[in-house]
């Protein structure tokens, strides 16, 4: 059972917008999160984390938000360049254990 | 550092033979994690070891499935017989297993098809 989701297959934003990708999880006990992005014929890169006891945390263009009690994340890039176009894999740990990831969206950046 | 090594980046078998995967992690990484990627499943663990030691392999798909660690700086991920529903992305990832350094660092991966 998927126990982190990620309902949205695949995403377009217009270059200079902001694109949001949003998670979903299920388990309770998970209270670390990461997502993950990946071009074509790579492995996944680590981007961004976010601990449970924050709810926000911000590394240059890109945010995370996390909202405890709706089991809820998202990422935000801003302003979203053509370089960001990958898989966006959202993923959750329960203390310190292998990560869960999620199925992943397809963000794809026009110009 | 050279990162996450996986060979080969492609392999096609055909069905009933044998197939191994290599993956060399990044040194002084304690872990070392299998995934596997479908557009059905996405990501899924299949094993994880700490320390050389398997911890978790229930997400091994069954026993045509095996994976050995048998030093810090070698792993593989043995099919046999492999089947079509094999074919997928399977990628090695290591880390420090600490929470403020996590980031995996994953390997490119190798595409698996089995005909």
């Known amino acids: 059972d998927q126990q982190v989701k990620q309902n949205s297959p695949s995403l377009s934003v217009q270059e200079g917008r902001i694109s949001i990708l949003n998670c979903d999880y299920t388990?309770?006990?998970?209270?670390?999160f990461l997502w993950y992005k990946k071009y074509p014929a790579e492995g996944p890169t680590f981007l961004i984390s976010?601990?449970?006891?924050?709810d926000k945390n911000e590394d240059g263009r890109f945010t995370v938000f996390l909202n405890k009690s709706a089991k809820h994340l998202s990422l935000h890039i801003v302003p979203s360049q053509p370089g960001d176009s990958a898989v966006y894999f959202c993923?959750?740990?329960?203390?310190?254990?292998?990560?869960?990831f999620g199925k992943g969206t397809s963000l794809l950046v026009t110009p | 550092d050279a990162g996450v090594i996986q060979s080969p980046r492609h392999e096609v078998t055909e069905m009933g033979q044998e197939v191994t995967l290599r993956c060399k992690p990044i040194?002084?990484?304690?872990?070392l994690f299998w995934y596997r990627q479908t557009m059905m499943r996405g990501l899924e663990l299949l094993i994880y070891?700490?320390?050389?030691?398997?911890?978790?392999d229930s997400g091994m798909p069954e026993d045509r499935f095996s994976a050995k660690m048998p030093n810090a700086s070698f792993s593989t991920l043995k099919i046999q017989p492999s089947e079509p529903r094999d074919s997928a992305v399977y990628f090695c990832?290591?880390?420090?297993?600490?929470?403020?350094?996590?980031?995996?660092?994953f390997g490119s991966g190798t595409r698996l098809t089995v005909v």
């Open positions: 040194s002084g990484h304690n872990s």
């Open positions: 976010i601990s449970s006891i924050k």
């Open positions: 070891f700490n320390n050389n030691v398997p911890i978790d």
């Open positions: 993923a959750a740990d329960n203390s310190g254990y292998a990560l869960n």
């Open positions: 388990n309770s006990m998970f209270d670390y």
């Open positions: 990832a290591s880390s420090q297993g600490y929470r403020e350094n996590y980031g995996y660092t």
